[in-house]
């Protein structure tokens, strides 16, 4: 588990596609000597597993199709930044929202207004997924919590502040690019367990069809 809170960037070394998936390896950044084989670390949003290697070379994890289809991962290359973030360990706190690492789509960033050393940046609000977003909730992109700052037809903000434009791909982002999305993963729940108490009264007919559109 995740909490959306990015400690490093780090840039692709290495980018290969093999057998239907990739094996995509990164320079580690300051502090991460100690990354072991089967840890489980959120790349750009994507709960990827290290692979054996040796301190100091490249930090090196295996792709799956499902990997590449789902997330922005697949259009990576050498040189390219991606935010980084270890699973949360017993006693870590918790500075940001449940993020399980499980990118649900990919969403196109609309625009980027600067106002002083603030930015606010929009995005395109998927169909399949809009209503698990409210304003002021939490949502992931590409790995980063994020606070929903104003909701519309087809479209969200989020406001951004210097040091998570500095520390976070954010900063490196344009109008058109795409970025990995995972919404707030409780919302999911309330949602299927509400459809596993609905009866069969009238009422309870709508409230099914508004949470299933």
């Avoid at 935010?83 to 870590?92: H, I, V």
């Amino acid at each position: 588990m995740f909490t959306g809170i990015v400690s490093a960037k780090a840039p692709v070394a290495a980018f290969t596609r093999r057998a239907g998936g990739a094996r995509l390896s990164l320079r580690p950044p300051a502090g991460w000597e100690d990354v072991k084989a089967g840890e489980s670390v959120a790349v750009s949003g994507v709960c990827l597993t290290v692979l054996p290697g040796r301190t100091g070379e490249p930090i090196r994890f295996d792709l799956s199709p499902e990997t590449l289809s789902r997330s922005t991962l697949g259009s990576l290359a050498k040189g390219k930044n991606v935010n980084l973030e270890r699973a949360l360990s017993a006693g870590d706190r918790f500075g940001g929202h449940v993020v399980a690492g499980h990118v649900d789509a990919t969403t196109p960033v609309t625009r980027i207004v600067r106002e002083a050393d603030f930015w606010t940046v929009s995005f395109a609000l998927g169909p399949a997924w809009a209503r698990y977003v409210v304003e002021k909730g939490s949502i992931s992109l590409d790995g980063i919590s994020l606070t929903i700052a104003s909701l519309r037809d087809g479209e969200f903000d989020v406001a951004v502040i210097p040091h998570t434009w500095e520390v976070t791909t954010l900063g490196e982002r344009a109008a058109g690019d795409l970025v990995n999305v995972e919404v707030d993963v409780l919302a999911k729940y309330v949602e299927r367990m509400l459809e596993g108490r609905l009866g069969s009264s009238s009422k309870d007919a709508r409230l099914r069809e508004l949470l299933s559109s």
